[in-house]
Every structure is written in C-alpha cells, then in structure tokens.
C-alpha cells in the first residue's frame, strides 16, 4: 500500500492567495483528520471525516479554512486568503475502522510557508 | 477537557543506554493513549497505544509503556537506544470518538 499520500510536499505562496492542499487516504479507510503542526502551538487537530462527511470541525481557525471530502479517496483543506501565520506543516491522516481506539495513518505532510 | 503533558522538550541519550521519556494525562473516564513517532521530514507512526488489559505495552521497534493510573501516566521505555531511534515523540490521549489530543513533543538526540 502506498501509505496517505499529500500534496504538494512543499508550498510557497504570498500573502492574499489561496492554496489548497491535497490527501489521498489509504484505500478502505473510513475515517480522515487534517492536522496542523507548528513550533508554537504543536499538532493540531482541524477537523476530521467519517465516510466522507465531516464530523467535527471545531478546530478550524476560522473561516479562511475550508475542507472537503467528495469522495472515499480524495480531500482537500483550503486556505483563502492565505495569511503569514497560516505558515505550518499540515499533515492528512486515515484510519480504517473509525473507532476511538484505532490507529492513524499520517501522510507526509505539507510544508506551508505564506510571504 | 483532555489533555497530555510531556515535560521535557529534549532529552539525550548515549547509544546503546537506556531511555524514558514521560507522558502525563488528564481525562475523565478509561483513557486511551498512544505514542507516535516522527522522523525528521516525515509524518507520525504509530509506535503502541493501550486501552485496555495489561498495563505494559509492547510496540514496534522494541519499544515499551506502562500504564499507571495511580501517576496518571504512560511512560514511553526502550532497554537499549540505537542511533536511528533519534525522532520526536508524541503521546496522545484519545479525547472522545476518534479525536486525538497531542503532547507538545520530547526530541530524543542520540550521542555515540
């Protein structure tokens, strides 16, 4: 299996842009989180799917973040506009059974960096 | 509300000595803890988690933790360090139906 997959791996954009970012979870999973990271406030959690309808998004920022799930193996988190602090490493993860025990599958995560 | 503590931010270690980082929790109820491990550049892998049954759990490479209800926590031990184990590690606290709440992190350096 080809594990979560994110794209794009690295993200420069400028201020007042919109950037989306990508997430192919692993196939069959059910479940799907987008994760903010960065030095000052650690892994956040933004808000997660279970098959494909969003369930909790209380970690969004605000409503320059967006997310969508339109299908089983395809999600995006979108920025608009796009500010300085959103600067971060935004990491997708899958789980297969939707439980409160089970694992998750992080991808490798996008660096963003807003100038 | 949940939440996990890990006090230290680093920690170094000599290769081959044993290791122990600390992981705090607060929750109301049963919790159920994790810890993952970050590689430099690289997203989270699971190492073990417990919820549960024997209170030590056995994880992937080579790693251990004990659940202690009495301290509130889930100390992350290996026997023996090896250079690659250097990484970040998490220790999470399961926080309702499927959300996961973090630590800030323990960065383990790996001396020769």
């Known amino acids: 299996d080809a594990g979560v997959i994110q794209s794009p791996r690295h993200e420069v954009t400028e201020m007042g842009q919109e950037v989306t970012l990508r997430c192919k979870p692993i196939?069959?999973?059910?479940?799907l989180f987008w994760y903010r990271q960065t030095m000052m406030r650690g892994l956040e959690l933004l808000i997660y799917f279970n098959n494909n309808v969003p369930i909790d998004d209380s970690g969004m920022p605000e409503d320059r973040f967006s997310a969508k799930m339109p299908n089983a193996s395809f999600s995006t988190l979108k920025i608009q506009p796009s500010e300085p602090r959103d600067s971060a490493v935004y990491f997708c993860?899958?789980?297969?059974?939707?439980?409160?025990?089970?694992?998750?599958?992080f991808g490798p995560g996008t660096r963003l960096t807003v100038l | 509300a949940q939440s996990v503590t890990q006090p230290d931010i680093h920690i170094t270690v000599s290769e081959g000595a044993s290791l122990e980082l600390r992981c705090n929790y607060s929750y109301g109820a049963t919790p159920y803890l994790f810890w993952y491990v970050q590689s430099p550049g690289q997203g989270l892998q699971l190492l073990l988690k417990?919820?549960?049954?024997?209170?030590l759990v056995q994880g992937i490479k080579g790693f251990e933790a004990e659940f202690k209800r009495s301290q509130s926590s889930f100390n992350l031990r290996k026997p023996s360090v090896h250079w690659s184990d250097a990484a970040e590690y998490f220790c999470?606290?399961?926080?309702?139906?499927?959300?996961?709440?973090f630590g800030t992190g323990t960065r383990l350096l790996v001396s020769p």
């Open positions: 993860a899958s789980s297969p059974l939707g439980t409160s025990t089970d694992t998750q599958y």
């Open positions: 999470a606290v399961g926080a309702g139906f499927q959300k996961l709440v």
């Open positions: 417990y919820f549960s049954g024997d209170t």
């Open positions: 196939s069959g999973h059910n479940s």
